[in-house]
């Protein structure tokens, strides 16, 4: 099993310059999130999809898009680039979700730089 | 929503001693409080997690308590390695909550 898989690893944008970061887990997993990390901020969550055809805004939604693509597959857009999104983007996912206590596995996340 | 603190930002200890990082967390709903270690480079993974139902929790080296009324949890690590080196972050979910929301981790460093 390869679990959770991100791509691309890593990515240089120009500001304005939209791209797609691609998240696949083959765990059969319902619930997935796409958490941004920077440095002393910890991992903040951006969107979350706790079952297939569903998904919700996390702690910092704004200037981001998702899609639950199937069960397996959790994709976030960026439509315009800010350097601001300069950060590690890590996607996850569980069997369960939030307070249900479903360990969440990590993918081995996308280093994004915005000029 | 929920907010967690977590404290200290950096630890350093001899190998050898132990290390405790400690959280606090708002939402008294809240009933699911995981750790996850984080090495250099790598991904987060959970290493332990506690219910509100329980008071603590031990796994080898490591422990986690819990006290509901003071709204705070603690990691333990004893005998530490070099290994145990890394970024710990806390996280908790309150009933009904899809979230977790994590702390902003503790960079704990072992000196041999």
């Known amino acids: 099993n390869a679990g959770v898989t991100q791509t691309p690893k890593f990515q240089v944008l120009k500001t304005g310059q939209s791209m797609t970061l691609q998240c696949a887990q083959d765990?059969?997993?319902?619930?997935m999130y796409w958490y941004r990390q920077d440095p002393g901020m910890g991992l903040r969550l951006i969107y979350y999809?706790?079952?297939?055809?569903?998904?919700d805004k996390g702690e910092v939604p704004n200037g981001y898009n998702v899609s639950r693509l199937n069960k397996r597959e959790f994709s976030l857009r960026l439509e315009s680039a800010a350097p601001s999104q300069t950060s590690v983007y890590f996607c996850?996912?569980?069997?369960?979700?939030?307070?249900?206590?479903?360990?969440?596995?990590f993918g081995p996340g996308t280093r994004l730089t915005v000029l | 929503g929920e907010n967690v603190e977590q404290h200290p930002s950096t630890l350093s200890v001899q190998e050898g001693d132990s290390a405790v990082i400690k959280c606090t967390y708002s939402?008294?709903?809240?009933?699911?409080f995981p750790w996850y270690k984080q090495e250099l480079g790598k991904r987060p993974q959970l290493i332990i997690d506690?219910?509100?139902?329980?008071g603590e929790k031990k796994d080898q080296r490591i422990a986690v308590t819990l006290n509901k009324t003071a709204k705070h949890f603690s990691l333990h690590i004893t005998e530490t390695q070099p290994e145990d080196s890394a970024v710990y972050f806390c996280?908790?979910?309150?009933?009904?909550?899809?979230?977790?929301?994590f702390g902003k981790g503790t960079k704990l460093s072992v000196i041999p």
């Open positions: 996850a996912s569980s069997e369960v979700s939030g307070s249900l206590g479903g360990e969440q596995f």
């Open positions: 765990m059969n997993h319902n619930s």
């Open positions: 999809s706790a079952s297939e055809g569903t998904t």
């Open positions: 939402d008294s709903a809240s009933n699911y």
């Open positions: 506690i219910r509100s139902n329980v």
């Open positions: 996280a908790a979910s309150g009933a009904g909550s899809y979230q977790l929301t």
